[in-house]
Nanobody, 120 residues
Framework: QVQLVESGGDLMQAGGSLRLSCAASGRILSSNAMAWYRQAPGKQRELVATITSGSNTNYADPVKGRFTISRDAAKNTMYLQMNSLKSEDTAVYYC??????????????WGQGTQVTVSS
């Protein structure tokens, strides 16, 4: 019954901006911490940003100052605003529902992913 659907990925030039969306079913956004992950070819899936049910946020060092995670519970949607894009940001981006207690603990609720490609 839990569904997460990512959208908004695109082909971009370095320095550009892009906003990703994650549509969530039910009461996921109000009841859970949420996160964005990304995975580049041949690489491990890495945590990008987290947001708690109280809207506290944390970011991985490579995206700090450039990306912003947010949620709109009324629209059942989480967002990732990506600015000053770099080629290193090229990856499939996934949203996840989990919990936060000192660190983020992902649960096994994933979307299908959306491709972001940044050309230098």
């Amino acid at each position: 019954q839990v569904q997460l659907v990512e959208s908004g990925g695109d082909l971009m030039q370095a320095g550009g901006s892009l906003r990703l969306s994650c549509a969530a079913s039910g009461r996921i956004l109000s009841s859970n911490a949420m996160a964005w992950y990304r995975q580049a070819p041949g690489k491990q899936r890495e945590l990008v940003a987290t947001i708690t049910s109280g809207s506290n946020t944390n970011y991985a060092d490579p995206v700090k100052g450039r990306f912003t995670i947010s949620r709109d519970a009324a629209k059942n949607t989480m967002y990732l605003q990506m600015n000053s894009l770099k080629s290193e940001d090229t990856a499939v981006y996934y949203c996840n529902a989990g919990l936060y207690s000192g660190k983020y603990y992902p649960l096994n609720f994933w979307g299908q992913g959306t491709q972001v490609t940044v050309s230098s």
